[in-house]
């Protein structure tokens, strides 16, 4: 008679052998729960894996926005550097000629010389252009 571990199981519940029929179906339930537990394991990494790449191209989303935005930030930052750049050649021009009027104007505007009534236009103008550029909007 051929070997069938069915039969075994069969014959063990028949007959009374209750470790025996024991026996025989952790023989059967091994193979299965393995089986099962293997299954498991599969069905978690897969939604593990569809959970990860969704997080992922979340993720990579973002990562495109803040490289756009940095982008923006580098112009804007350059375009101020450009502005405090200019304020401060006319600041120190400004100040050049106020620290030369002190030191050499008359105390009467009408008693000045041809060079300290151009030193006082070039204030004047250094004062407007100082004034839109401080004022100015960047965007």
Do not use: W
């Amino acid at each position: 008679m051929p070997h069938l571990p069915g039969l075994e199981v069969v014959r063990s519940l028949l007959v009374g052998g209750g470790m025996a029929a024991g026996n025989a179906l952790l023989a059967l339930a091994g193979p299965v729960g393995i089986g099962i537990g293997v299954l498991s394991l599969a069905g978690g990494a897969i939604a593990a894996r569809k959970k990860n790449g969704k997080a992922i191209e979340e993720a990579q989303v973002e990562e495109l926005q803040t490289q756009e935005l940095t982008s923006k930030l580098n112009i804007l930052k350059y375009e101020v550097l450009g502005i405090a750049s200019v304020i401060s050649k006319h600041y120190q021009g400004v100040e050049s000629i106020i620290d030369t009027l002190e030191k050499t104007a008359p105390t009467d505007v009408q008693s000045f010389d041809a060079n300290q009534k151009e030193m006082l236009d070039t204030l004047i103008t250094h004062m407007c252009e100082l004034s839109q550029l401080i004022n100015k909007k960047i965007q």
